[in-house]
């Protein structure tokens, strides 16, 4: 039997922000995010519910195994209940909701198998757009990431919502990442990510990982003693630029432990936080084993520390940003000396006897030391420590 052919119905879909792999800005050159994406064809697979003969494909995987090179896969409004791999070679596919978050792709009935991610993407530059992608799990530990951008793929995500991606009820489990970028790069611009077990957004991997992260929401579950949560998380030598995020309610109750706005952990150079605002978390931003970081413009308020930095952090900068209202530091930064410059910082609290902030305080004094100590004693990076995974 002659297979049909696929419609030729519509002309390539404009998205705007996603046909163009550039970000926005100023500071494009030297992003470490920054990768090369051709244009499409012009060649528009279809999608929906209804199937053929409306649209060419009734699931998102069916368009993907049968797309060539720099197709454009166009996705009709309905939930898909799919668990969705881009293989290798599949590369340069755009797929986009033909409605602003229209489309929504939910686990199968069954579950997820193998790497237990509702998205994979293992090719080169997959741009998505416009999606829904949603949990949560109601079998514990069957859901471990909303999109897994991995084996050297690379992504650009724009104007899609990630949110569940959980068990139910929220477990300990330390799984649950909305966008994860492990051993793989991606474009994250004006995205939302909430309801999270563990990480919003993960950019893992040493010198393999890059991202950069834009203009996006990331919020947490909000006050909890059953996990340790963190908004962003830049970990083990991944290279990152993150601008203009909101971040917040990344909130751990129990004892021993912060949850984070944003988390840099084992980086050596290659991360850059500009213009950020991180609040009514645990920790604004958190440090650990982190060296040559810059971190500008930023907003860190109303959280338990503004700036946390551990002990073994170094050759730090924080220019510029503004770290008020924060219950315990504004500034917390346990390195002995002066190994990470704050220059024109404005704060009114840390934890070295205002030698940080003081300058700053247009004649406000900074907390006694006898009244901080009502909050902690002795050397927190000892006492606070973080969840990473």
């Known amino acids: ?140 530990g069957n859901l471990q990431n909303g999109i897994l951008v991995t084996k050297d793929g690379s992504a650009i995500i724009v104007n899609t919502v990630v949110t569940d991606i959980r068990d139910n009820p929220l477990s300990d489990l330390q799984q649950g990442t909305g966008i994860n970028v492990d051993g793989g790069a991606a474009t994250i611009d004006s995205n939302t990510i909430s309801n999270y077990q563990l990480t919003g957004i993960r950019v893992n991997g040493q010198n393999v990982s890059r991202s950069t992260i834009f203009n996006s929401v990331v919020t947490g579950v909000g006050p909890t003693n059953v996990i340790i949560q963190n908004g962003i998380q830049i970990s083990r030598g991944a290279r990152a630029f993150i601008q203009s995020n909101n971040i917040s309610r990344n909130n751990y109750t129990g004892q021993g432990f912060v949850s984070t706005g944003i988390l840099l952990f084992q980086q050596d150079a290659g991360v850059n936080v500009l213009d950020n605002k991180s609040f009514n978390n645990n920790a604004g931003i958190y440090l650990a084993t982190t060296r040559r970081a810059i971190v500008q413009k930023s907003l860190f308020i109303n959280n338990q520390f503004g700036i946390f930095v551990t002990s073994d952090s170094e050759n730090n900068i924080f220019s510029l940003d503004q770290a008020v209202k924060n219950t315990t530091f504004d500034v917390e930064d346990d390195s002995i000396g002066n190994k990470n410059s704050y220059p024109l910082i404005r704060c009114q609290t840390d934890n070295k006897n205002g030698a940080i902030c003081h300058s700053h305080l247009k004649g406000k004094k900074p907390k006694s030391k006898t009244v901080l100590d009502s909050f902690f004693s002795g050397d927190h990076s000892k006492d606070l420590s973080i969840s990473v995974d």
């Open 1 to 140: 039997m002659k297979k049909k052919p696929l419609q030729r119905c519509c002309p390539p879909i404009p998205v705007p922000g996603l046909l163009k792999h550039k970000s926005p800005g100023p500071h494009e050159l030297g992003n470490p995010g920054f990768f090369d994406c051709p244009d499409p064809t012009d060649i528009t697979i279809t999608v929906g519910p209804a199937g053929p003969p409306t649209f060419d494909f009734s699931t998102i995987q069916a368009a993907i195994n049968a797309a060539n090179y720099g197709d454009i896969i166009s996705v009709a409004p309905g939930t898909y209940l799919e668990q969705i791999t881009i293989p290798a070679g599949k590369d340069n596919l755009i797929i986009v909701s033909s409605r602003q978050l229209g489309a929504i792709i939910k686990p199968p009935s069954g579950g997820l198998t193998g790497n237990l991610s509702i998205l994979t993407i293992n090719a080169k530059c997959t741009r998505i757009a416009r999606f829904k992608i949603a949990g949560p799990s109601t079998t514990k």
